[in-house]
């Protein structure tokens, strides 16, 4: 067969020949595994193969089409830097609950709010109590709830109220929250707030239930020119050090009348709230926030019932809404009332309901005077309507922001079955949840 077992061999000159190449393989091999492992990019395989999380049989299956087609690798390789941002997606409808974050432990709180799947906090900030001295401001309280809320990933949005009595020059016999005589009083104190949370609160009320001397309680009254005033000059403040903050204007008080002080028939003690904001349009407020505050608690009637559409319950012993009709008793008529005169005024400025939420006293020993519409609703109907408002809310497009009222003050204020916010509470006298809990937590939040 002309072949030779002799030939296969290597001798002489061509056997050292062999074994140098065979070396130099070797050496270059060893190198190329050397700089594999420890070379200068080997520190971010070694990170990235301790942070790849262990991928499961569904992981590892056959890639679909889509997914082969957005890994392809292009012909002429995209530097990282040119890649395209992707933008983070834009909420559409913030779901949120008020807390008393202040009174008790704040991760705690917070960490309920997440079981129920809010997105969002509303803390009141009472400006009087936590100043007693000009530029003396205990932020301690505020400080555990803004991060403990950021810790979980919720929104905080606070809402200002009660200038503290160094600012004010006018007390009657009832001395209650009012602005501070210099609204840039009002001005700087919100400055200092967002300079202190930057980047941690994401909206700012401004002021509460303008419409009420409960809250503005002036030597003048009830003054909606003035509160577009001190809303102008707040939303400057904070759109200065924070354009990204949203600004809401203070919700007004439903209250379908206007009366005036029985010693001077000048002075407003509250007023119509559709007639307020009709005034606070002619102001102009609508340029000075990004969303328009709103309120209702709603009384005995379901949320989408209309105040005009003969709704009665025979058995309410709260006669209210059926034998003295008006759009203050009615959820819907409400916040309608509001989105039509905003759209009339040529705005399509959202509204941010900042408190709603249905009363009920059962299962307490008793309920606050004049709240006899708590008897009326049971805890059952308590967690159908706050849920179906939400999600009526949610339909109608024009509300940003919804702040249920409220999570627990029954359990942190200590008043018992009188006081006028343990209705409204997610959870009882002992921190224990009622239904409406379970029916928010278990909600779909689109």
Not at 253 to 265: E, F, R, W
Request: aromatic letters at 12%; a negative charge; glycine letters at 10%.
């Amino acid at each position: 067969m002309g072949f030779s077992y002799g030939n296969r061999g290597l001798s002489g000159r061509r056997l050292y020949v062999a074994v140098a190449a065979w070396l130099i393989l070797v050496l270059a091999g060893g190198f190329c595994t050397w700089y594999g492992w420890f070379g200068p990019s080997s520190q971010s395989r070694q990170e990235a193969a301790e942070v790849t999380p262990a991928t499961d049989v569904a992981a590892t299956a056959a890639p679909t089409v889509e997914a082969v087609e957005a890994t392809a690798v292009p012909d002429t390789p995209t530097p990282a830097a040119t890649l395209p941002a992707v933008p983070p997606a834009e909420e559409v409808f913030g779901y949120g609950i008020a807390v008393h974050g202040v009174v008790g432990d704040a991760d705690y709180t917070m960490g309920q709010v997440r079981n129920l799947g809010l997105g969002w906090v509303k803390q009141q900030v009472r400006w009087a109590p936590f100043e007693g001295n000009p530029g003396q401001m205990d932020w301690s309280g505020f400080d555990w709830v803004v991060e403990a809320a950021n810790r979980e990933g919720i929104k905080v949005m606070l809402s200002v109220v009660d200038a503290p009595h160094w600012s004010r020059t006018y007390f009657d016999d009832n001395v209650e929250g009012a602005p501070p005589d210099d609204l840039a009083l009002l001005a700087d104190f919100m400055g200092r707030m967002v300079d202190r949370y930057q980047g941690r609160i994401h909206a700012i009320e401004v002021w509460n239930e303008e419409n009420l001397d409960r809250e503005w309680d002036t030597a003048e009254g009830i003054n909606p020119e003035r509160y577009v005033e001190m809303l102008r000059l707040a939303y400057q403040a904070i759109k200065s050090r924070d354009p990204n903050i949203i600004v809401i204007s203070g919700a007004l008080s439903p209250v379908g009348a206007t009366a005036t002080d029985a010693n001077n028939s000048a002075r407003i003690i509250y007023m119509d709230d559709f007639d307020y904001f009709d005034r606070m349009i002619a102001a102009d407020f609508l340029n000075y926030c990004d969303c328009v505050g709103a309120h209702h608690n709603g009384i005995n009637m379901p949320p989408n019932i209309a105040w005009d559409e003969g709704y009665n319950d025979p058995a309410a012993q709260f006669r209210g809404p059926f034998d003295n009709p008006d759009h203050s008793w009615s959820f819907k008529s409400t916040l309608w009332g509001y989105h039509d005169r905003i759209v009339a005024a040529g705005s399509d400025k959202p509204l941010c309901v900042t408190e709603f939420g249905w009363a009920t006293a059962e299962g307490f020993d008793g309920y606050p005077p004049g709240f006899e519409f708590a008897l009326d609703n049971t805890l059952e109907e308590q967690a159908q309507w706050d849920v179906e408002a939400f999600q009526l809310m949610r339909q109608w497009g024009f509300v940003r922001l919804a702040f249920l009222w409220n999570l627990d003050f029954a359990q942190k204020d200590g008043l018992g079955p009188t006081d006028p916010n343990a209705p409204y509470s997610l959870l009882d006298f002992r921190g224990i949840a009622r239904p409406a809990f379970g029916a928010i937590g278990a909600m779909d939040k689109p």
